[in-house]
């Protein structure tokens, strides 16, 4: 059985490096273009990710299944300001596979050796949470992307959890939701089986990243799980003119639609 498991993860370890080096390729492209114009090579960008985000979590056994608690047809010929709860770096391939978007994350991620490269290749838009100087220009940034049409996914929570529940939202970038009048869509990631074994406390390791671990020894233990069973659970729309310039109550309502659709680890 051993045996089979590291048989299996170096087979998918291999077939992972191709389909890695593959997007670098074909994104590299139009990197200088992105240089250039990001904000038009961000669409080209967000789709060509989202190809190969379906075709990594294929590789890796996921099975994803999507709930809607919204019709449908208001999603069309719209892009959103799209918030979710953050348990694993799993979380991105997960949505952009179903939903082609730029995401937001952290300076640390882009200086992070290869994460922060593929970061950049992805088009995403980088914050420094802690310097509040810089905010000003970044949450423009996202309003900027949010006007040209893209979607943008903002972990509001800042950090990725254990699965225990989602913590208090960070009220900062929900500015450029309202700043440029786009929707908020509230999604939910979950993550219920592995290997057809519902997951609890005891092996959510397999599936979440969080604190102190590394990238590479977790991503090596995620290799070895046959069949992920994930969800995401789409929820109704926050519309930020709803709110005028109340951006607490804003980021409360976003925080508990995340929120009543996800189950904790028990």
């Given at each position: ?41 961000r669409h080209l ?57 730029c995401f937001v ?162």
């Open positions: 059985m051993k045996l089979l498991k590291y048989t299996q993860a170096l087979l998918r370890a291999f077939f992972f490096l191709i389909i890695i080096l593959t997007y670098f390729c074909s994104a590299g492209i139009f990197y200088p273009y992105y240089i250039f114009n990001p904000m038009k090579a960008l967000c789709r060509i990710v989202s190809f190969y985000c379906k075709v990594g979590i294929k590789l890796l056994g996921f099975q994803v299944s999507e709930n809607y608690r919204i019709d449908k047809l208001k999603l069309v010929d719209h892009n959103f300001f799209i918030v979710s709860n953050h348990l694993s770096y799993m979380d991105i391939l997960v949505m952009c596979s179903q939903h082609p978007a994350t952290s300076v640390e991620m882009r200086d992070t050796p290869f994460l922060g490269h593929l970061c950049k290749l992805a088009g995403c838009v980088f914050v420094e949470r802690r310097n509040k100087r810089n905010l000003g220009g970044e949450v423009a940034e996202i309003t900027q992307a949010l006007k040209e049409g893209l979607n943008v996914v903002v972990f509001p929570e800042a950090t990725s959890t254990n699965g225990e529940g989602v913590i208090r939202f960070k009220r900062p970038l929900f500015r450029a939701a309202m700043d440029s009048n786009i929707p908020i869509l509230p999604m939910t990631v979950n993550y219920t089986h592995l290997n057809g074994e519902k997951v609890t406390k005891e092996n959510r390791d397999y599936i979440c990243w969080y604190g102190d671990m590394t990238f590479v020894d977790h991503l090596w233990t995620l290799f070895t799980i046959s069949i992920t069973r994930a969800s995401l659970t789409i929820s109704e729309i926050v519309r930020p003119r709803d709110y005028e310039n109340d951006l607490e109550n804003l980021v409360l309502m976003a925080h508990d639609r995340v929120e009543e659709n996800f189950i904790p680890f028990t």
